[in-house]
């Protein structure tokens, strides 16, 4: 029995009864957060929040163990040390830890002010976590500040002291000198990075009346012209704002990182601003920037304001969950592919390759038939940058809601584009939720609007399409049947075609590892050649046919053998070598391309250039 297979019987899925959201408190504090930026060497940077107006018996300061847009346990507190609580004449405060992320602090002999004051230790450049060194501050707030439980929704002010020189760049301001912000409420200082810096590079535009910053930060040589990369953001800035509702800001920053020394690449969506860290030189790296900002920068419309019932107000003490990131991360990639292609970065071969690529991802998942983009959504904290202590099946049980959520994107724009004879498409039924649930009144101090549900989501696809789409959802959203990819590219002149690319070996259907003796199995494609053989992860492959694989690729060896061919494998498994036969099957399918539709209706045509080249 698979455990997998066990667990697809039970993903029958829907949104989790979520805690209620927090509601303002009858009485707030006075909330002012002072962070301090003195001590680049230690990493430590300080930070200071001071409660007035406090009453009762206790506060409570609660460091998260998430960071929105991130859906990981990371448990921030791990890196808070030398907390202390003082009251209004200085006087110190007895606390206790309530739990690893919750400080209670006894605030009866308060005087009806509290200073809590601790340092963090902040070393890494990504989209959750901060870093504090000698060349710069870049702060994702949910890792350095700790909020007041009961008052979250309360206004606060956050003052910086860093280095004269230093500008502070985020999207509280465009003013680099600026020390002292406003935020309204907890989650919004959280959801605004900052980055403070000497050494960073400012570029803006304008875009319906909105400024558009870009400020970068780069490491090493790299003389590429920064407006490239303006120009490039322009044209992306100016397709998405024009295929969706007005926003509400007056102002979006993107802020770059870029380095080839850096550990791993990342982007991460806020309300106003973006962080892009690229493991490249901007010159190298152009086109990776400019596909990561286009999927950041529609964000702004789809998961920051239109966004899943749950992600906002956010519960930060635990996994919240939703069933929607197939929508609000998946069919993001795909619309951003759609504005690449719109604003001329792309051209129409880049697009439908970029496609016919997601199509070959899935289809070589062999977890598509176990899981569907609901469950992988609904699981995400097993598995978005998660550190995994144990050992997973992930390999042959999951598929990324990132990958079939844009597929799942693509085929609904198509069938409604054919459905309603090009009269409508996503971005249609995306704007409509949008007005629906983003422009509406707020339901909690959040901001505006409420989250969607599931079923608001069909419901709108239904308004738009006019016509009942629940068997789409309940097939290819909440089910794992195939994609009907040959029907819904037909309907706009195209279609799906694979082959195998000349040279290809015969398939052992395994993931392999390279050793020093050979290659060690990682994962086996059920039902393959190596599978049916018996072979199982962790099996260290040293030889065919006595030929050692120490020396020699296992992809060059096979090529060797016809499909069909029983080969002798030399394996070491568990301390002992034994020969284990293996009949090798036919290559899979590895290259999938979109083509033209050969006789393809003047009608087919009208919706493929529609599609295309079309406004929406
Ligand atoms: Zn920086
Ligand atoms: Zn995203």
């Keep these: 029995m698979r455990r997998a297979a066990l667990l697809a019987t039970l993903w029958l899925l829907t949104a989790c009864p979520l805690p209620a959201a927090e509601e303002p408190t009858a009485s707030p504090l006075q909330l002012e957060y002072h962070l301090v930026l003195a001590h680049p060497n230690l990493h430590l940077v300080s930070v200071e929040i001071t409660a007035g107006k406090v009453t009762g018996d206790y506060l409570d300061f609660v460091m998260p163990a998430w960071s929105p847009g991130r859906y990981a346990i990371y448990e921030f507190a791990k890196n808070v040390q030398e907390f202390q609580a003082a009251g209004a004449q200085g006087q110190m405060l007895d606390w206790s830890n309530l739990d690893k992320q919750t400080w209670r602090v006894d605030v009866r002999q308060a005087g009806g002010t509290v200073k809590a004051h601790y340092r963090v230790f902040a070393n890494d450049l990504n989209g959750s976590f901060s870093q504090f060194d000698a060349t710069h501050a870049n702060v994702n707030g949910a890792s350095i500040f700790m909020y007041v439980a009961g008052h979250k929704p309360d206004p ?18 465009t003013a680099g000198s600026d020390r002292s912000f406003q935020a309204a409420n907890y989650d919004r200082l959280v959801d605004t ?9 400012l570029l803006q535009f304008q875009e319906q009346g909105k400024t558009i910053r870009i400020a970068v930060h780069a490491y090493g040589e790299d003389k590429t012209d920064p407006a490239k990369l303006r120009d490039g953001l322009q044209k992306i800035v100016h397709a998405e704002m024009a295929s969706m509702p007005a926003l509400d800001f007056e102002h979006y920053t993107f802020i770059f990182h870029f380095g080839p020394a850096l550990s791993s690449g990342d982007g991460m969506e806020h309300l106003n601003s973006t962080q892009i860290i690229i493991r490249g030189s901007m010159g190298n790296s152009l086109a990776e920037a400019l596909e990561t900002a286009a999927h950041e920068f529609f964000h702004v419309w789809s998961v920051k304001r239109l966004r899943p019932a749950g992600l906002g107000p956010f519960d930060y003490t635990r996994e919240v969950y939703t069933p929607s990131l197939w929508l609000a991360e998946g069919v993001t990639s795909y619309v951003s592919y759609l504005a690449l292609l719109r604003s001329g970065l792309w051209t129409r071969e880049q697009f439908l390759a970029r496609l016919a690529d997601e199509i070959r991802t899935l289809e070589q998942e062999p977890g598509r038939s176990l899981m569907s983009a609901e469950s992988s959504s609904f699981h995400a904290w097993f598995y978005d940058r998660s550190p995994q202590m144990q050992e997973t099946n992930f390999a042959n049980s999951t ?16 069938e409604l584009r054919s459905r309603t004879q090009g009269a409508k498409s996503l971005l249609d039924v995306l704007s409509l939720l949008y007005r629906k649930f983003y422009e509406a009144p707020p339901a909690t101090y959040y901001g505006p609007g409420r989250g969607y549900e599931e079923g608001d989501v069909l419901a709108a696809v239904n308004e738009i399409g006019g016509s009942d789409y629940s068997a789409f959802f309940e097939r290819y959203v909440r089910g794992t049947a195939s994609l009907p990819y040959a029907s819904d590219l037909a309907a706009a002149g195209l279609a799906l075609r694979t082959s195998v690319a000349s040279g290809s070996s015969p398939s052992l259907g395994v993931t392999v590892l390279p050793d020093n003796l050979g290659d060690r199995i990682f994962a086996v494609l059920p039902g393959g050649s190596a599978d049916r053989a018996g072979l199982g992860r962790d099996d260290l492959l040293v030889a065919v046919d006595n030929q050692s694989l120490a020396t020699e690729d296992l992809e060059t060896r096979l090529r060797a053998y016809p499909p069909g061919a029983t080969v002798p494998f030399t394996v070491q498994r568990q301390g002992r070598e034994e020969i284990i036969d293996v009949k090798l099957d036919p290559p899979m399918p590895d290259v999938y391309t979109i083509q033209d539709l050969p006789g393809a209706t003047s009608q087919q045509v009208a919706i493929r250039n529609q599609w295309l080249y079309g406004r929406r």
């Design 156 to 173: 606060l002010t956050l003052t910086v002291e860093a280095p004269k020189e230093w500008q502070i760049i985020s999207g509280f301001s």
């Design 399 to 414: 598929i990324s809601y990132y990958n079939k959520g844009a597929l799942l994107g693509m085929l609904l724009d198509l």
């Design 193 to 201: 990075p900052l980055e403070a810096c000497a050494d960073v590079k």
